[in-house]
């Protein structure tokens, strides 16, 4: 059974760590007192914790981002992590859809594998920044210089490597998106298909 603030043991070691006078009887009064907001609120330390291990905090912007991965397994990975940091993600396994749908969305990041069937990513890229440039990540199992400096030389803003780590992924969509980081000025309007 867990233990309780009154239980006369909690609240000692409380003193002890704190160096503040805190009787039983006080920390009881404390215990179901919404309007106590200090350092031993329970409630307050459960949020820090959950902050402190990790627990992910929502984008301040929603974002909408295209993914093409012909490899259905990599594309749901890549939408669950970028789904569940609240980006708004349009997925496509196949490299013509997405193309179809790009003029009729908003799109603000796309990423893109590299070696798909019908068309590759670089080839989604030249005709993704003919209509409207934005940044874009490329993702590829095949980890050549060549291939890197190809999508770097094209202008992506990463090439990650699969399996793609969710922390580095979430890192690079989040330097995307910092201000300043891409310049608006370097876009391309809109156009129609």
């Known amino acids: 059974m ?7 043991k909690l609240p000692r070691r409380v003193m002890e760590l704190s160096a503040l006078p805190i009787s039983n ?18 409630e307050d330390n459960q949020k ?8 992910k905090m929502k984008p301040s912007k929603q974002h909408t981002i295209l993914v093409v991965d012909d490899d259905i397994r990599s594309l749901e990975t890549l939408a669950e992590i970028l789904s569940k940091e609240g980006h708004n993600i349009k997925a496509f396994h196949n490299a013509l859809e997405a193309l179809e749908i790009f003029p009729k969305e908003n799109f603000e990041l796309s990423i893109l594998d590299i070696h798909m069937p019908e068309m590759d990513g670089f080839q989604v890229f ?6 409207h440039r934005i940044p874009c990540i490329f993702v590829t199992g095949d980890q050549s210089k060549e291939i890197k400096l190809k999508a770097l030389d094209l202008g992506a803003f ?36």
């Not at 030249?126 to 209509?131: I, K």
Request: proline content about 9%; some cysteine; aromatic content about 10%.
């Open 158 to 193: 990463s090439v990650l490597y699969k399996p793609v780590s969710p922390k580095l992924l979430r890192y690079t969509v989040q330097k995307i998106f910092e201000p300043g980081s891409f310049s608006s000025s370097s876009s391309i309007p809109r156009q129609e298909m």
């Open 25 to 42: 009887e006080r920390s009881r009064e404390m215990e179901g007192n919404p309007a106590f907001s200090g350092p031993f609120c329970r």
């Open 48 to 55: 820090e914790n959950s902050q402190r291990d990790g627990e």
């Open 126 to 131: 030249q005709r993704l920044s003919e209509l």
């Open 2 to 8: 867990p233990k309780k603030w009154g239980d006369g």
